[in-house]
């Protein structure tokens, strides 16, 4: 089995912190530096390969064996909850679920709602929970237009500042669950790759143990 591990990065808003944390862990990252388009990188060394894929994808590449280890948000694994183990919050990307509706949504009307939202998985479970028959509605993005355009009662999505919820004439209802970026890892990799283990350990000396909560 080859020694060099492989790597899934999310790309887009949670890279940024991603790298930073990498880097207070001791991996000197500077061949990322002038990245460009691409989309895969090696260590010098060629101790190291990191992957830069959409979010929903780093749970397909760590399943499939193709990543030893992924970096992404408990939004995702929420979304896609099987066929890797999650080791690390890492404390970082911090956000919440939240339902969200205009100013003239009744939650305690008794009718059946309409909840438009990129995370279907995770919205049925929270009306599940509360014992709330709901209409799904998955969209792929912007989801704060659907209320607002009448396509569907409430969303169900992530809020980290609120600036999205507050342009668009939304405001919080309920609070659904705290987000922040997790380490994953391929079940085979973690049994047979002592890297694997020892880049757990490397990142998990400098996470610590606290959950930062989101405000
Ligand atoms: C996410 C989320 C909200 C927004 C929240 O969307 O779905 O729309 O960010 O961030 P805020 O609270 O800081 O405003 P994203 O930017 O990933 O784009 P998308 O709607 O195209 O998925």
């Not at 599940?128 to 409430?154: C, F, H, R, T, W």
Request: aromatic share 6%; with cysteine; proline share 3%.
């Amino acid at each position: 089995m080859s020694k060099q591990i492989t790597i899934a990065l999310t790309k887009g808003r949670i890279e940024k912190d991603t790298l930073k944390l990498l880097e207070k862990a001791d991996f000197d990252l500077s061949f990322m530096a002038n990245k460009g388009r691409n989309l895969i990188f090696e260590s010098p060394d060629k101790k190291f390969r990191f992957l830069l894929v959409k979010a929903a994808d780093v749970t397909t590449y760590v399943r499939h064996g193709v990543a030893d280890l992924g970096i992404v948000g408990k939004d995702v694994l929420m979304e896609h909850p099987s066929g890797y183990l999650e080791m690390l919050d890492l404390n970082v990307g911090l956000c919440k679920f939240s339902l969200a509706s205009t100013e003239d949504y009744q939650p305690s009307d008794h009718k059946r709602k309409r909840i438009a939202t990129k995370y279907p998985t995770v919205a049925r479970e929270f009306f599940n929970q509360k014992g709330e028959d709901v209409e799904i509605i998955s969209i792929q993005g912007s989801v704060e237009i659907a209320p607002v355009i009448g396509l569907a009662d409430a969303i169900v999505d992530i809020v980290e500042t609120g600036n999205t919820l507050v342009a668009n004439g939304l405001k919080v209802y309920e609070d659904i669950c705290r987000i922040s970026t997790r380490l994953i890892v391929n079940k085979a990799a973690l049994k047979n790759k002592a890297e694997v283990t020892r880049f757990i350990q490397k990142i998990e000396s400098i996470v610590g143990n606290e959950e930062v909560p989101f405000q």
